[in-house]
């Protein structure tokens, strides 16, 4: 049975056998194994309850579309003191949970989102921050 050719690995230009990474990119995830993390049967099951009372991602239906919820995500992580009770969770679909949760996490933002004064939470953010007079 005939196999994948090798691809070209974009950063250091060697060919890389199909569905391995190259060794100029090593793993950075040193994060313990979901398991680990205690996502295990109870998770599982609390899971899927979850998405058959919440079958809708919630970030889509803020923007006005319908998309089914695949993924569970804790509005506060439970390493920062979450917990796995309904009030904490929220139904997104695949592309909101990849894009919009994980690389917020990736990059350690805090909250997104408005003040009640419309201002937004992230301090970061440029509104927020002091304005150089330098100019």
């Not at 056998?17 to 090593?26: E, H, I, K, T």
């Not at 680990?36 to 099951?45: I, L, N, P, T």
């Not at 919440?54 to 509005?75: L, S, T, W, Y």
């Amino acid at each position: 049975m005939p196999t994948r050719p090798p691809r070209i690995c974009p950063r250091c230009r060697r060919p890389v056998p199909a569905g391995q990474r190259c060794d100029c990119r090593p793993k950075t995830d040193n994060r313990p194994s979901p398991r680990a993390r205690g996502y295990d049967a109870a998770w599982e099951k609390l899971r899927a309850a979850f998405l058959k009372a919440h079958p809708f991602c919630v970030m889509c239906q803020r923007e006005g579309r319908i998309e089914h919820a695949v993924d569970v995500n804790h509005k506060k992580r439970v390493r920062d003191g979450g917990t796995n009770d309904w009030s904490n969770l929220e139904g997104l679909c695949r592309h909101h949970h990849r894009s919009v949760v994980q690389s917020r996490e990736r990059r350690g933002a805090v909250p997104h989102g408005c003040n009640e004064d419309g201002t937004p939470k992230d301090p970061d953010h440029p509104w927020n921050r002091e304005p150089d007079n330098a100019a």
